[in-house]
């Protein structure tokens, strides 16, 4: 598939509760954790096969913290 879903959460919290509740079932691609432009960014595909991206909002400061 050419395209993925991407949800950005405000904070790390539910950035793991949404990547949990949509790899169930699927198949995880890349761990949620930290990168060096955001506290949590993860990969997977939900049970269906849709390909999702999940981030966290960046810090005011632009240190992903």
Same mark, same amino acid.
């Given at each position: 598939?050419?395209?993925?879903?991407?949800?950005?959460?405000?904070?790390?919290?539910?950035?793991?509760?949404? $990547?949990?509740?949509?790899? /169930?079932?699927?198949?995880?691609?890349?761990?949620?954790?930290?990168?060096?432009? @955001?506290? +949590? $960014?993860?990969?997977?595909? /939900?049970?269906?096969?849709?390909?999702?991206?999940?981030?966290?909002?960046?810090? @005011?400061? +632009?240190?992903?913290?």
């Amino acid at each position: 598939m050419g395209i993925a879903l991407s949800y950005t959460a405000a904070d790390l919290a539910t950035a793991d509760t949404v $990547f949990a509740a949509l790899a /169930d079932g699927g198949e995880i691609q890349m761990p949620l954790g930290p990168t060096f432009w @955001s506290e +949590g $960014f993860g990969m997977c595909l /939900d049970r269906y096969g849709v390909p999702w991206i999940v981030d966290t909002a960046q810090s @005011s400061d +632009g240190s992903g913290e």
